[in-house]
């Protein structure tokens, strides 16, 4: 369904988009509609505003970002002025390494050259509700996980949570600003509140099992990073690709110090 935007309650649409399979979101409400990430480019961004503007009888007002990542977030600057919402620390990521992302993204992708950073100015740490007019959209941070600033965005009155990369269907975790330890956590956090649609960052919708199992699979290599004799045993036995494996090997060490937690 790559390319489609697919309605999954009344005014709450996704786009798996090609490319990444990235997921970007829509919320109409009766004044104010929302969008969940920006895809990765301005041109790409720019796209997706007509679309939205196509299918949402009310003005784009509000853009959240789920996380620093380009797929996410290099879209940004086609939907101003609309307030970009973003946990703090995705600002300043974006602002500390957001011209370096943007220089290793180019050399695979020059079209990304044209992106101007434009990180969120309406910042949250811990919970924030935005009204789109008769709708009250979530945003909440669920600790860290798959960075240390991931957004939640709930709507409540439509039983639908997008969680950005906290989850991705259809491949692996993405590791590399991992919290592995803690990232189970998070995800209990989420099941506690995501009781209807689920839509993971990248793929298709996804059930509550499939959240439970991809907690399962995390708790499972943060075990074998604590208990195994050799990287050949984690290697072995992780749920996860080898390469997959190594990174969140290193980001577990690199966030606990090596001393577990
Ligand atoms: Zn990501």
């Known amino acids: 369904m790559a390319d489609t935007w697919i309605s999954v309650a009344e005014g709450v649409y ?5 490319g990444f399979s ?3 979101g829509l919320v109409v409400g009766a004044e104010a509609a929302l969008v969940v990430d920006t895809r990765s480019s301005a041109r790409e961004g720019r796209e997706m505003l007509a679309e939205v503007q196509a299918l949402a009888p009310v003005p784009v007002r509000h853009v959240v970002n789920t996380h620093f990542h380009f ?4 879209g940004n600057e086609a939907f101003l002025p609309a307030a970009i919402w973003g946990h703090r620390l995705c600002a300043s990521r974006m602002l500390q390494e957001g011209e370096a992302e943007k220089a290793m993204v180019v050399k695979a992708l020059p079209d990304r050259a044209e992106v101007t950073i434009t990180p969120p100015t309406r910042l949250v740490d811990t919970r924030a509700e935005i009204d789109l007019g008769g709708r009250t959209v979530v945003l909440w941070h669920p600790g860290v996980g798959h960075t240390d600033h991931d957004l939640v965005v709930d709507i409540p ?14 491949m692996a975790p993405a590791f ?3 919290w592995p330890a803690q990232w189970p956590s998070a995800l209990d956090r989420l099941l ?12 298709k919708q996804v059930s509550r099992s499939f959240v439970e199992a991809a907690r399962d699979d995390l708790s499972t290599v943060v075990d074998l990073f604590r208990t195994a004799d050799d990287r050949a045993e984690i290697i072995a036995r992780s749920p996860f690709p080898r390469d997959h494996t190594l990174v ?3 980001r577990f060490l690199a966030t606990t110090e090596g001393k577990g937690s």
């Open 14 to 18: 996704y786009r798996t988009c090609s």
């Open 22 to 24: 990235t997921n970007v």
């Open 71 to 74: 797929d996410h977030c290099f």
């Open 157 to 170: 009155d439509a039983d639908v949570t997008f969680t950005g990369d906290l989850l991705e269907e259809g």
């Open 176 to 178: 590399g600003d991992s």
């Open 192 to 203: 506690r509140s995501a009781l209807g649609t689920i839509i993971p960052g990248h793929g």
């Open 248 to 250: 969140a090997l290193h």
